[in-house]
């Protein structure tokens, strides 16, 4: 069965940056995309950025200028770098592998950021 593994979350201070990794255990070239959830506290779980197989990115309006997702085809890894934290980024990020259909979509666990003020 595929994993995902996200790593890379913990505390940051405001305006500070963090990259966060999800590593895939089966090639992600299979997937329509690969992309990034948020959940903060009493929050519904969020979009924050995707990557198509071709490349073509997406993000949420709150993110943009600030985050960026990439992939590496060959280390089936997909990246989130997020520059100029602020406090309202602090929630749990969660990586999925997106097959077109909610019912083979695949989460990894989650990895909390905290971003300080």
């Known amino acids: 069965q595929v994993q995902l593994k996200e790593s890379g979350g913990g505390l940051v201070q405001s305006g500070g940056s963090l990259r966060l990794s999800c590593a895939v255990s089966?090639?992600?070239?299979?997937?329509?995309?690969m992309a990034w959830y948020r959940q903060a506290p009493g929050k519904q779980r969020e979009l924050v950025a995707a990557?198509?197989?071709?490349?073509?990115?997406n993000y949420a309006d709150s993110v943009k200028g600030r985050f960026t997702i990439s992939r590496d085809n060959i280390k089936n890894t997909v990246y989130l770098q997020m520059d100029s934290l602020v406090r309202e980024d602090t929630a749990v990020y969660y990586c999925?592998?997106?097959?077109?259909?909610?019912?083979?979509?695949?989460w990894g666990q989650g990895t909390q950021i905290t971003v300080s003020s």
């Open positions: 999925k592998a997106d097959k077109g259909l909610p019912a083979f979509d695949v």
């Open positions: 089966e090639s992600i070239f299979v997937y329509n995309a």
């Open positions: 990557i198509a197989r071709s490349g073509t990115t």
